[in-house]
């Protein structure tokens, strides 16, 4: 019978301690040969909840963050490092507030709080959408409009945003770097059915005076008006709208660089809950063919699923994370027809439409759609992904405390270790069984950047990966000279008993939460050395840094 070597001899002295009944015979093979394999086959399989063993394991491994465990799902990932995929734009992702928040009168969002500021400014550079379904229920002020265009809706009411509003959220805006960009309320009407802009005028006018730059939009999820006005708008119609409105931003060297976006469509993958209106694949393809060139950049939004009866499953299914690819596709297909290679962004999005999911989509779980649409975004061509929405509602960024829920820590990290060139990083399955490489495998997602934080010398990358696998650890394996570099590692874990649906989250271990209400906390990172294993529990996500890679693309 073969001895155990020295290199997987303290392996063998867990073995002994956890299983003492185990009977050497064959089973030896096994661990001179894959004693990470024995370990986790004899002993159980890991979940992140079940940590005093494993850290047991970890500790005699000699790195307080390794897992012995199955290498079946280890998975070779080939990042080039020679080409820019495409570049992302500097406000990549960026954030909105619903239009219903002022409203409400703001609730807890104090433009005042020292809290909030800290936050804020934390997610900079970025855009904040001021608009949602609401905005076309808003009127500026106390001007003069017709009150035949004004909606009306059982569900929703008409109000005002005062002039007070308006400059607190321009000054906040501009205090935290955050560029704002408003939507304006279509459905006030002529008789003729025109665009009544009356009202957008005392807006525009008061904005100019007061010096502040504003970009804008026109009209929320006009495809489906049907259901949240009980009246149709045709996008042949809503395209002469957006041509005044451009001749507006035209007529004033003031507004000349201000942008403007649209037509803020609705998902194209969700036909039953959109089926109040007009589909939004034809009503897009209606309006860009009446008015190519009237938009700086084409919006829709998307979410995967119902709020209502979302499940804990959805948010790490595969099959429902492949949507969004297949919605940018189609997207792409019709805005290229019009005008080829413009600017397309994800005008709203999150997880569940409706508000989100409660206990789910302000949960450690919605950050595998969070993180998973970042990287099919950026991939697949959108410059700018705005999440709905940074205060208020179930996928909110901040609770109603001003609390952070996971998603925003995962976007901060985002903000500042990942970079606008994209790198094309492909997964492969290794089969050790097989002895062979297959690029079957939808259970560990890897996308890559350069590296955006000056923390890191020029030509880092950044490589970050989430994994849907349910029982095993992975271990990703660099291909070429990437797999000789330190790696800097930022493993998101879900923090306490809660698991997937905590309202926690731990950076390598340590929860992550305010030290006070000016300071975020530091993010440290864990040093691997050239040559230890880059390894992702199951159902986490995280980011790694693969330090001075001098990637020519990065260069």
């Given at each position: 019978?073969?001895?155990l070597?020295?290199a997987?001899?303290?392996y063998?002295?867990?073995?002994?301690?956890?299983?003492?009944?185990?009977?050497?015979?064959?089973?030896?093979?096994?661990?001179?040969?894959?004693?990470?394999?024995f370990?986790?086959?004899s002993?159980?399989?890991?979940?992140?909840?079940?940590t005093?063993a494993?850290?047991?394991?970890?500790?005699?491994?000699?790195?307080?963050?390794?897992?012995?465990?199955?290498?079946?799902?280890?998975v070779?990932?080939?990042?080039?490092?020679?080409?820019?995929?495409?570049?992302?734009?500097?406000?990549?992702?960026s954030?909105?507030?619903?239009?219903?928040i002022?409203?409400?009168?703001w609730?807890t969002?104090?433009?005042?709080?020292?809290?909030?500021?800290?936050?804020?400014?934390?997610?900079?550079p970025?855009?904040?959408?001021?608009?949602?379904?609401?905005?076309?229920f808003?009127?500026f002020?106390?001007?003069?409009?017709?009150?035949?265009?004004?909606?009306?809706?059982?569900?929703?009411?008409?109000?005002?945003?005062?002039?007070?509003d308006?400059?607190?959220?321009?000054?906040?805006?501009?205090?935290?770097?955050w560029?704002?960009?408003?939507?304006?309320?279509?459905?006030l009407?002529?008789?003729?059915?025109?665009?009544?802009?009356?009202?957008?005028?005392?807006?525009?006018?008061?904005?100019?005076?007061?010096?502040?730059?504003v970009?804008w939009?026109?009209?929320?999820?006009?495809?489906?008006?049907?259901?949240?006005?009980?009246r149709?708008?045709?996008?042949?119609?809503?395209?002469?709208?957006?041509?005044?409105?451009r001749?507006?931003?035209q007529?004033?060297?003031?507004?000349k660089?201000?942008?403007?976006?649209?037509p803020?469509?609705?998902?194209?993958?969700?036909?039953?809950?959109?089926?109040?209106?007009i589909?939004?694949?034809?009503?897009?393809?209606?309006?860009?063919?009446?008015?190519?060139?009237?938009?700086?950049?084409t919006t829709?939004?998307?979410?995967?699923?119902?709020?209502?009866?979302?499940?804990?499953?959805?948010?790490?299914d595969?099959?429902?994370?492949?949507?969004?690819?297949?919605?940018?596709?189609?997207?792409?297909?019709?805005?290229?027809?019009?005008?080829?290679?413009?600017?397309?962004?994800?005008?709203?999005?999150?997880?569940?439409?409706?508000?989100?999911?409660?206990?789910?989509?302000?949960?450690?779980?919605?950050?595998?759609?969070?993180?998973?649409?970042?990287?099919?975004?950026?991939?697949n061509?959108l410059?700018?992904v705005?999440?709905?929405?940074?205060?208020?509602?179930?996928?909110?960024?901040l609770?109603?405390?001003l609390?952070?829920?996971?998603?925003?820590?995962?976007?901060?990290?985002?903000?500042?270790?990942?970079?606008?060139?994209?790198?094309?990083?492909?997964?492969?399955n290794?089969?050790?069984?097989a002895?062979?490489?297959?690029?079957?495998?939808?259970?560990?997602?890897?996308?890559?950047?350069?590296?955006?934080?000056?923390?890191y010398p020029?030509?880092?990358?950044?490589?970050?990966?989430?994994?849907?696998?349910?029982?095993?650890?992975?271990?990703?394996?660099?291909?070429?000279?990437?797999?000789?570099?330190?790696?800097?590692?930022?493993?998101?874990?879900?923090?306490?008993?809660e698991?997937?649906?905590?309202?926690?989250?731990?950076?390598?271990g340590?929860i992550?939460?305010?030290?006070?209400?000016?300071?975020?906390?530091?993010?440290?990172?864990?040093?691997?050395?050239?040559?230890?294993?880059i390894?992702i529990?199951?159902?986490t996500?995280?980011?790694?840094?693969?330090?001075?890679?001098?990637?020519?693309?990065c260069?």
């Amino acid at each position: 019978m073969p001895k155990l070597t020295m290199a997987t001899s303290k392996y063998s002295l867990i073995v002994f301690a956890l299983l003492s009944t185990v009977v050497f015979t064959s089973t030896c093979l096994a661990v001179e040969d894959r004693p990470h394999e024995f370990i986790e086959e004899s002993a159980r399989k890991y979940t992140p909840q079940n940590t005093e063993a494993y850290r047991l394991l970890r500790v005699v491994d000699g790195r307080e963050n390794s897992n012995l465990t199955s290498q079946d799902n280890e998975v070779r990932v080939k990042i080039d490092t020679t080409n820019i995929l495409r570049t992302t734009n500097s406000n990549f992702l960026s954030i909105a507030l619903d239009s219903n928040i002022i409203k409400e009168r703001w609730k807890t969002f104090d433009f005042k709080s020292e809290r909030l500021y800290t936050l804020a400014k934390s997610l900079s550079p970025c855009y904040l959408r001021l608009g949602g379904t609401e905005e076309d229920f808003l009127t500026f002020n106390h001007s003069t409009y017709s009150d035949y265009g004004l909606a009306r809706h059982k569900n929703f009411t008409n109000f005002t945003m005062t002039v007070e509003d308006w400059d607190n959220i321009n000054q906040f805006s501009e205090k935290v770097g955050w560029k704002l960009i408003f939507g304006l309320n279509v459905l006030l009407r002529n008789h003729d059915n025109r665009w009544d802009y009356t009202n957008a005028m005392e807006l525009i006018e008061y904005t100019i005076k007061r010096g502040y730059h504003v970009d804008w939009e026109l009209g929320n999820e006009p495809n489906s008006f049907r259901k949240t006005t009980g009246r149709e708008l045709d996008a042949s119609i809503l395209a002469e709208d957006f041509k005044t409105l451009r001749g507006i931003l035209q007529s004033r060297v003031e507004l000349k660089n201000c942008l403007l976006a649209g037509p803020d469509i609705t998902s194209s993958g969700l036909d039953k809950y959109y089926g109040f209106g007009i589909h939004p694949d034809k009503y897009l393809d209606a309006f860009l063919r009446a008015a190519p060139d009237v938009t700086n950049a084409t919006t829709w939004h998307q979410y995967y699923i119902d709020g209502k009866t979302a499940v804990l499953e959805n948010f790490t299914d595969p099959n429902i994370l492949d949507m969004l690819i297949r919605e940018i596709e189609k997207i792409k297909d019709i805005v290229n027809r019009y005008k080829p290679g413009s600017s397309i962004w994800l005008g709203e999005t999150g997880s569940a439409y409706g508000g989100g999911a409660p206990n789910l989509s302000d949960a450690y779980v919605a950050g595998f759609m969070w993180l998973d649409k970042l990287g099919v975004a950026a991939a697949n061509g959108l410059d700018i992904v705005i999440r709905q929405q940074f205060y208020n509602g179930h996928y909110a960024l901040l609770d109603k405390h001003l609390n952070p829920n996971p998603d925003y820590w995962l976007s901060v990290i985002y903000k500042r270790l990942v970079g606008s060139k994209v790198l094309s990083a492909k997964v492969m399955n290794f089969d050790l069984y097989a002895n062979e490489v297959t690029d079957n495998n939808q259970c560990v997602r890897v996308y890559a950047h350069c590296t955006a934080s000056t923390d890191y010398p020029v030509g880092s990358i950044t490589m970050y990966a989430l994994s849907l696998c349910k029982e095993h650890t992975t271990k990703i394996v660099l291909s070429d000279d990437l797999s000789k570099l330190a790696v800097d590692e930022y493993l998101l874990t879900p923090h306490g008993d809660e698991a997937l649906t905590t309202k926690r989250v731990d950076l390598n271990g340590k929860i992550l939460k305010m030290p006070s209400d000016s300071t975020l906390p530091d993010f440290i990172p864990r040093h691997l050395q050239p040559g230890d294993d880059i390894l992702i529990p199951p159902l986490t996500f995280g980011f790694f840094i693969l330090v001075d890679a001098q990637a020519n693309a990065c260069l």
